[in-house]
Structure formats: C-alpha cells, structure tokens
C-alpha cells in the first residue's frame, strides 16, 4: 500500500496565522472589554503542587486522571458489553434479538442525565449493599484500600464512581451494540456460505472468519464512539464524582478565573481525545497494510 505524503502549501501557514490571530484578538478583547485580569499563573498550583517538599498533583491533574480511570473502563466494559449485545442482536435466537433491540431502544431514547440519577439512587447503593461491597471496603486492609484507590476511587467516594462508571457503560453500550451489528450485517452473503461450507458452526463462522473483518470495518465508528465515551465521562460530575469537570465547577466557584479554568479544562480533554485519536489511526494504518 502506496503512503501518502502530507504536504504543507503556503495557504496552510496563512490559515494558521488567521487562527492564532483570531485566538489572540479574542483573548484581548476579554480583557478590554469584560476588564478581565488574566491570571494564568495561578492555574499552576492547580496543576502541580509542592506537599511537603515534594511535588504532588493539583486539583485539576486529580480530576484529569479520575476522567482517565473513568474513560478507560467505562471503554472496556461498554466494548464488551455492547459486543455481546450486538451479537445478540443477529442472533438466529428471537428472545436474544428481543433482550437487545429492547434495551438499545430503551437506553437510546434516555437522556443521558436522567440515567446518571436512576443508577445513582435507585440502583448503585442498593446494588452495593446487596453484594457486602461497602462492608468489605470497610474491612478491606489499608494495602487493598489503596490499590482501590489507584485502579477506581478512593473508598469513600466508590459507590458514587461505580454508579457513574455503571451509567457510562449502560449508555454507551447501547451504541456499540448497533455499531457491531452494523458490521456483522455488512459483511457479504457469501462470507457466511463459503464457512458454512467448510463446516465451521455459527460460533467458529463468527470468531474467525466474519468479525476479523467487521472489526476493520467498524473501527472509525467504534473510535468515534469511545471518544464521545471519554467526553460523556462529564456526565457525571453531577453525582459529585470529582472527575475533571467537576474539579473545573469546583475551582471556578471558588477563584472566579472562569476563562482560565475552562481554557485549561478544553486543553486536557483535547489531550486525551486526540491522543486516543491518533492511537487508532495508527491502529488502522497498520491493519491496511
């Protein structure tokens, strides 16, 4: 596969410059005519702090890898889960197509806000005091508490952050779920007749020869789809999980440096988009080859 050249013309430094001139003048004007003081260097110490003679992170970084945690397995559960359901939904089985068309209509026609509420109070707690699972935080050992602390949230704030890691998943799923189908239903006629042929049952027909080639398929959508997952994480700052958006309400209330908080917030949100962005594509990229 022939690579293609990125060329950079003349009309690409002048857009540049058009840009960077609008994001200065608009930076000027906020200071001119809302006689606003920037004040960036304050944002510093909510990015990284000194405790104790050593460096440790701020308000802002806290809630930036929160949104991390959160993001990376609200990614990997919904991923599973939606691929599950998506099989269910091409299912020879019609109580299996059933389950999935009736829970990815029923999720989808949500908003997203009111299934953040219905977890978190009528699900999450319940759910945790069911399963012991604040009982055994509260007997876990001080080395176990701290791992909880370094893979989900520290042990006071977990039954909040499994009930939003619950709705992201929830929500999220519904629309991998279409996204796998969609793939599985694109793969031609003839796919499924020539591993029929060779005596392969529907589960072996699936696993080796249709989704290694849907997967290739749906990979755009499915990246896309993770990404709008790692932006729906601020969903969840509502239930006081202490993600970035949430750090972001919190510091503008009590500094007033509303531009500056929110500039910083798009930046690290940007950071962790696009840097996913460009994992995939470099993923995909390497599967053309």
Not at 35 to 47: A, E, K, M, R, S
Not at 62 to 76: D, E, R, V, Y
Not at 140 to 155: C, D, G, K
């Amino acid at each position: 596969m022939t690579k293609t050249k990125i060329r950079f013309i003349p009309l690409d430094a002048v857009l540049i410059v058009l840009i960077l001139a609008a994001g200065t003048y608009l930076v000027r004007r906020i200071g001119v005519e809302m006689d606003y003081h920037w004040q960036w260097p304050v944002i510093l110490q909510y990015l990284v702090r000194t405790d104790g003679g050593s460096w440790a992170a701020g308000s802002l970084t806290q809630g930036f890898l929160t949104t991390i945690k959160l993001s990376l397995w609200a990614t990997f559960l919904a991923t599973f889960f939606g691929t599950i359901m998506g099989l269910m939904r091409v299912s020879h089985s019609l109580f299996h197509r059933l389950i999935a068309g009736s829970y990815v209509e029923l999720v989808r026609n949500l908003p997203p806000l009111i299934l953040v509420f219905i977890v978190y109070f009528f699900i999450g707690e319940r759910i945790m005091t069911v399963f012991g699972v604040e009982n055994f935080i509260r007997s876990a050992s001080p080395e176990t508490q701290s791992m909880l602390t370094a893979i989900f949230a520290p042990p006071a704030r977990l039954s909040g952050f499994f009930a939003g890691l619950a709705t992201l998943v929830l929500y999220e799923a519904a629309y991998i779920t279409e996204i796998v189908r969609a793939g599985i239903q694109s793969i031609e006629k003839g796919q499924w007749e020539a591993a029929h042929a060779l005596g392969l049952s529907r589960g072996q027909q699936l696993r080796d020869v249709i989704l290694p080639q849907a997967l290739r398929r749906i990979l755009p959508a499915l990246a896309g789809q993770i990404i709008s997952t790692i932006k729906d994480s601020a969903i969840v700052s509502v239930i006081s999980i202490p993600e970035l958006t949430f750090q972001g309400l919190e510091l503008m209330s009590a500094t007033y440096l509303t531009f500056e908080v929110w500039i910083t917030i798009t930046a690290l949100y940007f950071i962790l988009t696009f840097s996913f962005s460009l994992g995939v594509r470099r993923l995909e990229t390497a599967w053309q080859k």
